[in-house]
């Protein structure tokens, strides 16, 4: 994990976001937080993590998304080579919706 970005600034933005409850609440919090643009290319970034696991091919992603191969690459990287962030969050994300249809 990247220790440059564990700083107490980090640790209590990460607080706010574990008090929000829904994603009513999302909204709301993150539209203050971040510009449109921050926020789409956050969105773009998780969709592109969603795909690649999926395995869609780079230039399906980039017509669907939007998004730059060098952007798909980067997400791709983090898939193979990171701290299985997205991994942990889809993995949660599929079980809950398994649940769900269950």
Do not use: P, W
């Amino acid at each position: 994990m990247n220790k440059k970005i564990r700083t107490d600034a980090v640790d209590h933005l990460f607080g706010a976001v574990l008090e929000l409850k829904d994603k009513e609440e999302c909204y709301k919090f993150f539209e203050d937080l971040c510009t449109v643009n921050e926020l789409l290319s956050l969105s773009q970034r998780f969709e592109v993590a969603t795909m690649l696991r999926a395995h869609e091919t780079y230039l399906k992603i980039a017509e669907e998304t939007g998004a730059s191969t060098a952007t798909i690459s980067r997400v791709n990287r983090s898939l193979n080579y990171g701290n299985d962030g997205y991994d942990m969050v889809l993995d949660r994300m599929e079980n809950e919706n398994t649940d769900k249809q269950a």
